[in-house]
């Protein structure tokens, strides 16, 4: 019998994540496994969809547990010879109100949105499969932190000849100054969220890229992606859009059909590409 096709949608215990999980077993063609930090809580989640008629499978993942996220590449490069759709989509972030200094807070948010996604990047995309789909979720708020850094920080970020190195010494000098108290006269917005997700877009962009220089027979399409303002644990009551709603831009960029060559290496946003 041929292996099923698989997806893996990180963080999905909940929120978007959950919804996305909810979609792909609806569209997708194979095994969908939602994935979370907290084994009781997942399984909690699958038992709730498997009662809306549903059929996900559960892999425990903790994108900052470097052992964790190797563990789960083994299973699907074991069970599946890899992995089709992978959607980076656990992250944090800090309520408006929160008094923790913001150096804590930059710390904290990058080490999962950046530095933990990035590692789950390196890790999995080896293992992504021919006609592959990795969606990153990252946000409108990383736009919008990216125009309000300095023209020399805005230029670095927005250059088709970036690398990964450089990236990550721009966001580990960010962290720093943040510590220090002088991020705001270096160029950076005082937004911690907004910079994670700034480096998790420009690291779409880097990866996307890679794949096209070592695997341009492979066809694997990368995109980063707002889900919009969405009802969740996240982002409050007050937002516009439910959690189904939510995941409408990240299944659309996973279900790209075989042979599509674009979107990749974009930001996309309501299913459209966004300048950046
Ligand atoms: N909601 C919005 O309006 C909005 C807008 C733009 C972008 N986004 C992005 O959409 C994505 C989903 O957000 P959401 O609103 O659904 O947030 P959420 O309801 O807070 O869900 C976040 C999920 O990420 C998980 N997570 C956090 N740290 C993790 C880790 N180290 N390892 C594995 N999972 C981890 C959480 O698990 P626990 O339950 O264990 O904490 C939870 O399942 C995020 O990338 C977010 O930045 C959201």
Redesign the pocket.
């Known amino acids: 019998m041929a292996t099923p096709k698989v997806a893996l949608v ?10 996305v999980v909810r979609s792909l077993c609806k569209q997708f063609t194979g095994d969908v496994y939602l ?4 084994v009781g ?1 997942g399984t909690a989640a699958v038992e709730n969809l498997k009662a809306e008629g549903l059929k996900p499978l559960y892999h425990q ?5 470097p052992e ?1 996220v190797r563990t789960a590449r083994d299973y699907f490069q074991e069970n599946y010879g890899g992995l089709d759709v992978l959607i ?6 800090f309520k408006m109100a929160d008094t923790t200094p913001f150096g804590v807070q930059a710390e904290v948010t990058l080490k ?2 950046f530095f ?1 996604t990035r590692n789950m990047c390196n890790v999995f995309l080896p293992i992504i499969k021919a006609g592959g789909r990795v969606v990153n ?5 990383g736009a919008m932190a990216l125009s309000r850094c300095s023209p020399e920080l805005q230029a670095r970020f927005r250059s088709d000849d970036i690398t990964e190195e450089e990236l990550v010494g721009l966001m580990e000098r960010f962290v720093k100054e943040a510590q220090e108290g002088v991020h705001s006269e270096r160029g950076w917005p005082s937004t911690a ?1 907004g910079i994670s ?1 700034t480096g998790l877009t420009v690291l779409s962009r880097i990866h996307a890229r890679r794949l096209r220089q070592e695997r341009p027979q492979d066809n694997v399409l990368l995109n980063a992606c ?10 409050g009551p007050d ?1 516009p ?1 439910s ?1 189904d709603e ?1 995941a409408v831009t ?1 299944v659309y960029l996973a279900l790209l059909l075989p042979g599509a060559e674009e979107p990749h290496g974009q930001f996309v946003s309501e299913k459209k590409v966004q300048p950046w």
């Open positions: 990180t963080g999905s215990n909940k929120g978007i994540g959950l919804a994935a979370s930090r907290d809580r993942l903790d994108i900052t547990d964790s980076n989509n656990a992250a944090i972030a999962t949105n933990a979720v990252s946000s409108v708020m969220y997700k707002c889900p919009g303002w969405v009802r969740t644990d996240m982002a937002a859009k959690p939510g990240p």
